[in-house]
């Protein structure tokens, strides 16, 4: 799908800007580790997308991650001490933007603004077409393997925008976020966060919107307001199509929060055109 | 049939006062055909080898005993399925619910004891 | 999942703070943040089950698999208050594993067989709660009240018996 085709799929009650202060986007599936597959195997699952992606990282492994529901949700990390674990490979394009994170239990696709950051966003309908076409050709190859169809059993779509502050003014967190003011108090830097119970038509829990803003600096030395939005959860059925739509939903629910916790401010920055 | 009984299948129970073998060790493995292992006591004995000694070779464990016929009527289907590791090794199939569980623990009885332990 | 790296100034305890790894390093760190008595013990029963050997049952058993322990903790953190009982975990042959709870007021039995493939199951309860078996995904609302009731009435009864 073109970038114009994707423009034009956008839902139309999305809120829009033409300058979002966008720097990263996530789609990801987690699924049981397909029978049959090792970790020998993983060149030739590279070999399914080399043509585009043709260099290649090796990463520390991303720890199984579940959204559950019951009397408050679960926080902190889990890990246990086990032996050898898969490693997670980065399959990247030559100009960086765009990458393919794959380990046994995961695929992911990463766009993010690289270099002088002029890098555009493909949009989301560009990106979970070619998404749905990696997961198709990585069901295919471990249906080869003597295996059943991926069985998915969490779903993540993260939006990671970087606020970059250009003058004192913009040092306030409450300039730009509708939920964050320490009054007149300056501080010197700042982490919130909050969760959201996701629920499907019936009202039932189905996922978590995770939201977080933190002060920090970017690699060039610049102040900056990081705030992501994640929804991840479990899809209806363990298939891709599934997978996909609850994707599709989080993306939606992401755009309207984003710009119901900005400020007036900070629309008119990002030029707000919906 | 010989159905071992890891110890790691045994839960503390307060209502009996000590320890008993969880439903757990009464559960079949996954998977669309999957079943729950045993060891087949004749066909060990048919081949001259005592059945004690070989469910607790190499390694110890203790073990319950459960007549074929008593599987059968509880609408359980037994086959004999050797392994590289168990030429005796047979497997039980069947829909395996919580009661199921519990009626084949109050049909079993020890064949290798594991002392201080109830079956029940 | 997060690419680019933020110099955030501060410790971190964000909810998506990547997990680093000692370079060069291949081992799962232990990493928990235990505030509850049960926590730690359900974390350190889960820690020797996974590292099972296999055939540790006599026949063809797997350890307990990562995964499933993962999702057992936090099904567990789903359900138990601060005070609840800690819980038996025993492991299935196929990866799976249970989590038991035998008390004086009932029994539960809470199967993983697989991330959101929990068969859940209780025994009469001493108030006269019919025994119940159902099969949940991800929402375990029901089964933190199974796990209240017995939570409630082993206080009511230390604190009688006191």
Redesign the interface.
Known sequence: MSNTAAISNRPDHLPDFNCPPL??V?L?VQF??PKGYQQIYAGEVWNLYRKDYPLVEEQ?P????????????????????????HDRFWFLQTEGDE?I?FQN?RL?H?W??VGDRSNPYPRFEYMIAKYRNELEQLQTYMIGLASDAL?I??C?V?Y?N?IIVENDDELKASRWFRFISFGDTEV??F?A?F?EIVRDEAG??QGRL?G?A??????SGQR?F?F?L?VR??PKE?KIESALEFLSRGRELIVKRFAELTSDYAHTKWERCK | MIR?I?D??L?????IGGKRI???AF?P???SN?GM?VDLQKLIEGAGIDARTF?TTP?W?G?VRLKVGDLRKEKLKVGFEP?K??QF?GEVWGNF??EKKERLKELSEWFVPIEDVSIV | ??????????SI?????N???FSGS????????PVQVWHGEA?GQ??K????QP???????EPVS??N???A???L?????DDAPIP?I???????L?I?W???QG?I?L?V????DVRA?HSQFTDGTKAE?IDL?????E??AWVKKVTESAIAITTATA
């Open positions: 720097n990263e996530t990801g049981a580790q520390a991303l720890e199984p991650t579940f959204e559950t529901f019951g009397l408050s949700a679960p926080s902190g990390q889990i890990k246990f001490v086990t032996g050898a674990s990458l994170q239990d992911l990463n993010r603004k069985a059993n969490q993540e993260s990671i970087h010197d830097d982490k966060g969760r039932k829990p995770i977080e933190v002060s920090g600096r970017n690699q900056v990081v992501t994640t959860g479990a363990p | 071992r890891s790691k299948y839960v503390v129970d307060p209502k969880s439903s757990m559960s493995s996954s998977g999957g292992s469910v390694v464990i073990s392994t590791a168990n090794h619910t919580m | 999942m997060r690419l680019t790296e933020i110099d955030y100034g501060s305890n964000s909810l998506n703070a997990i680093y790894q291949r081992e799962r760190i232990l990493l928990t943040e974390v889960l820690e089950l996974v590292h099972l055939g540790w049952d006599g026949y063809q058993a990562f995964t322990a993962t999702f903790l936090r099904m953190e789903s359900i138990c208050g038996q025993v492991p299935g042959v196929s990866g799976d249970q038991e035998h008390t004086l029994d039995e199967h067989k697989a991330p959101n199951w078996e995904t991800f929402d375990f609302i089964i933190a």
